[in-house]
């Protein structure tokens, strides 16, 4: 099959990869119907994240081809959503509500889902079924769930977003939009989106902002606090992965407030002593997007959200590299790859 690659920051082709295929009765192996590329590839693209020849993506919704001798709850075409952790879904942790911290573990993005085929592993823990094959027009929303969705409500849940809350969010990426989205749903009363982008300002509306802020820094805090009588919001959402957004989150945040944290920290360091008199909880890392799916499925289904309308570029998998581009250059929010 022909899938991505990344052989250097900037050079992603498509090129023949090789079909993968069940290594382990835990296995499944899905026909990608459709996959797309994520913010943090562009780390990698960038320079940011060393790289070299290296099968990419880690988002996907497919219908299952194959399964392994030991594969219980997903059959043969059955239409799948999965995160990009494969977990089991079994040990401690993920019973926890962790998959994306699985002592099992294994990273979609290892075995790059942008390609026809994907090996899936733990596939009982980490495919989720539809419950029928799904109306093309819902396979977008299907595919926001396998990461930017989940991600954005996990992001929305650790910042204590709930009835009556306020809650801002740093990031205007597709996962800062989606997690505007999610506060809603959660009850929340009042969404600040910070955002400069005229474009992404108007789409952070569309998803439920009811304010925003095109401030920065000093002045976004300042903007924030005029906002919410000085004291700062009880949740925060961060979801760049700078120390500028990371700092920006914290000192919006009121003492005794959350920041949930899912931008993927490169360069972040944080002062101990502000810190320590902030009085602020803080809680994120990679999300545990399984934790979320049957129900984010089920709302996707129902039709009760459409997180899919993030998606704001399509093209063939083949012009993968112009879609990285796009995402690059910041013209496209979030590319789906058609397969
Ligand atoms: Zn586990």
């Known amino acids: 099959m022909r899938g991505v690659v990344m052989h250097a920051p900037g050079d992603v082709r498509v090129e023949e990869r090789g079909d993968p295929a069940i290594l382990e009765p835990t296995d499944a192996l899905i026909r990608v119907s459709a996959t797309t590329i994520c913010g943090s590839d562009?780390?990698?693209?960038?320079?940011?994240?060393?790289?070299?020849?290296?099968?990419?993506?880690?988002?996907?919704?497919?219908?299952?081809?194959?399964?392994?001798?030991?594969?219980?709850?997903?059959?043969?075409?059955?239409?799948?959503?999965?995160?990009?952790?494969a977990s089991d879904n079994t040990c401690e942790i993920c019973r926890a509500g962790y998959q994306s911290h699985c002592v099992r573990r294994v990273p979609m993005g290892s075995l790059g889902t942008q390609a026809p085929l994907a090996r899936v592993p733990l596939a009982d823990g980490t495919?989720?079924?539809?419950?029928?094959?799904?109306?093309?027009?819902?396979?977008?929303?299907?595919?926001?769930?396998?990461?930017?969705?989940?991600?954005?409500?996990?992001?929305?849940?650790?910042?204590?977003?709930?009835?009556?809350?306020?809650?801002?969010?740093?990031?205007?990426?597709?996962?800062?939009?989606?997690?505007?989205?999610?506060?809603?749903?959660?009850?929340?009363?009042?969404?600040?989106?910070?955002?400069?982008?005229?474009?992404?300002?108007?789409?952070?509306?569309?998803?439920?902002?009811?304010?925003?802020?095109?401030?920065?820094?000093?002045?976004?805090?300042?903007r924030v606090k005029e906002l919410t009588d000085g004291l700062g919001a009880p949740c925060v959402v961060e979801a760049v992965g700078t120390q500028e957004s990371m700092m920006q989150a914290i000192?919006?945040?009121?003492?005794?407030?959350?920041?949930?944290?899912?931008?993927?920290?490169?360069?972040?360091?944080?002062?101990?002593?502000?810190?320590?008199?902030?009085?602020?909880?803080?809680?994120?890392?990679?999300?545990?997007?399984?934790?979320?799916?049957?129900?984010?499925?089920?709302?996707?289904?129902?039709?009760?959200i459409d997180p899919g309308t993030v998606f704001d570029l399509t093209l063939p998998l083949e012009r993968a590299a112009e879609g990285y581009r796009a995402m690059d250059e910041r013209r496209a929010v979030k590319v789906l790859l058609t397969v």
């Open 42 to 85: 562009l780390w990698p693209y960038r320079g940011v994240e060393e790289v070299h020849d290296a099968p990419m993506g880690h988002e996907y919704v497919g219908v299952v081809e194959e399964v392994g001798a030991d594969v219980r709850t997903v059959k043969v075409g059955d239409f799948v959503v999965g995160s990009f952790w």
């Open 127 to 222: 495919l989720v079924a539809t419950p029928g094959m799904p109306d093309e027009d819902l396979i977008p929303s299907l595919l926001a769930a396998s990461d930017v969705l989940g991600t954005g409500w996990f992001a929305a849940e650790a910042a204590g977003a709930g009835p009556g809350r306020t809650v801002v969010v740093v990031g205007d990426g597709a996962v800062g939009l989606l997690a505007i989205l999610a506060a809603g749903r959660l009850g929340a009363q009042r969404v600040i989106a910070m955002s400069r982008h005229a474009d992404r300002r108007a789409l952070a509306r569309t998803f439920g902002a009811t304010d925003v802020v095109g401030e920065r820094g000093d002045e976004g805090v300042a």
């Open 251 to 304: 000192r919006s945040t009121r003492p005794g407030g959350h920041v949930g944290y899912v931008g993927v920290g490169h360069g972040v360091s944080l002062p101990g002593m502000e810190l320590f008199f902030s009085g602020v909880h803080l809680h994120g890392g990679p999300a545990p997007v399984r934790r979320f799916l049957p129900d984010l499925i089920r709302l996707i289904w129902d039709r009760e």
